[in-house]
């Protein structure tokens, strides 16, 4: 039933009274917020999609279900309310059976403008849960039992996920305590650097902490999985050798198409590969171009997957988009100091785009199913990429 979503019209926090319990907000259009864009196929190579989306399991590595304001400037005092709305309506369409939601990548805002708060993050993910428990399409993926559950019958499996262990400070317990608060995924630092290592936007990178080390071991006894997307090249490639279980990174690409710091150096993409890791192609606003592809699209997208698993295998590519319901590239000019993008760019010049066109948002996961029938790609290689590398992947990382 993958393709097939029991979606009610729940939209979220409907159990309370908005404008009396909470502010309401008008917000960004979950499906048609800019043009579709279409990937054309014959009424055959439709039919074949169809029955992959239908057949397999399919996930999302890295992606925000987050709905934002239609108007951005709203967006702090959206997030300081701490009522965020998810795309249910978006997330029926999209194809998915998982998806990991990395919810505000720790710009709660409520107790610190610099974000990655303790608080903030239990905050967020408490009242996430909350809505979550008031409908009946999305459950929570805590086993690989659930994402199968949700494939089986028609629902989505969210799966908890932070993309930095900054909240947890330099005390390794609090990784336990986020396990038991639902987290499956979490990444060891975001850009800046924490008590575990640097961060990719560091102009010297020290490695992975002796902390660090400590944390990459309580992860794999809990059976929590690791991420390193914004580590810096020597973070990662200690955390690859360091853990036991083989790790992500959820969102990401490759820094030989695209030459910033927010993609990866090949010693670190092979290195994942030996130890059995994973890739997530990311489709983030003017992340994955290339030089044949400057205008971001799903082309260049899919240039990144392609190098990639030429590279490394493709035992070893997934997608994780990181897309959300809103206006991605008016946030990310809001929010550039906090989430370092001039830094990933060293300054690089892009030629901007209103939206990634095939890859505007998470509803649109399935074009990415089009594009690999389209180009002529196996049953068994797309089953593969859409999500069973990631899942051969959690049955040695989860806890079962």
């Excluded at 029991?6 to 008008?26: M, V």
């Excluded at 709305?85 to 998806?99: H, I, K, P, R």
């Excluded at 710009?107 to 610099?114: D, N, R």
């Excluded at 932070?162 to 990784?175: G, M």
Aim: glycine letters at 10%; one cysteine or more.
């Amino acid at each position: 039933m993958g393709g097939h979503k029991k979606y009610s019209g729940y939209r979220s926090f409907a159990y309370l009274d908005e404008g009396l319990d909470f502010k309401g907000y008008k917000l960004a259009k979950e499906i048609g917020r800019v043009e579709p864009y279409i990937i054309h196929l014959s009424k055959s190579e439709e039919e074949r999609c169809e029955g992959i989306i239908d057949k397999c399991i399919v996930i999302s590595l890295h992606d925000h279900t987050l709905v934002t304001p239609d108007d951005m400037n709203q967006i702090f005092e959206y997030i300081r309310d701490g009522r965020l709305f998810t795309g249910y309506e978006g997330l029926s369409v999209s194809g998915l059976d998982a998806v990991f939601e990395n919810f505000l990548d720790g710009l709660g805002g409520i107790a610190s403008k610099m974000g990655w708060k303790w608080d903030d993050v239990v905050y967020d993910l408490g009242m996430k849960l909350s809505d979550i428990a008031h409908q009946d399409l999305v459950i929570r993926g805590e086993k690989v039992e659930d994402l199968i559950k949700a494939h089986e019958t028609g629902k989505i499996a969210l799966i908890p996920t932070l993309e930095s262990a900054t909240p947890i400070e330099n005390e390794v317990d609090r990784v336990d305590v986020l396990y038991g608060l639902g987290i499956r995924c979490m990444g060891i630092v975001y850009s800046e650097s924490n008590a575990l290592g640097s961060g990719l936007r560091e102009k010297r990178d020290g490695g992975l902490t002796t902390f660090g080390y400590e944390v990459v071991k309580r992860m794999n006894k809990l059976g929590m999985a690791i991420d390193v997307s914004h580590a810096g090249d020597q973070t990662s490639l200690d955390v690859i050798e360091a853990s036991s279980k083989p790790i992500f990174i959820t969102h990401s690409g490759a820094r030989k198409l695209w030459d910033i710091k927010r993609l990866e150096p090949d010693e670190v993409l092979v290195a994942l590969a030996e130890k059995e890791g994973v890739i997530g192609i990311e489709a983030s606003p003017h992340t994955t171009i290339t030089e044949k592809h400057p205008e971001h699209n799903i082309e260049s997208v899919m240039e990144h997957f392609e190098y990639c698993a030429e590279l490394m295998g493709i035992d070893h590519v997934g997608f994780g988009p990181d897309t959300l319901f809103g206006d991605h590239v008016a946030l990310h000019h809001i929010f550039s100091q906090q989430l370092s993008i001039q830094q990933a760019f060293r300054g690089k010049k892009v030629k901007e785009v209103e939206y990634v066109k095939g890859l505007e948002n998470p509803s649109e996961f399935s074009n990415i199913v089009r594009w690999l029938v389209k180009h002529g790609y196996s049953d068994q290689e797309i089953e593969k990429v859409i999500g069973g590398n990631v899942l051969r992947v959690l049955k040695k990382v989860w806890w079962h």
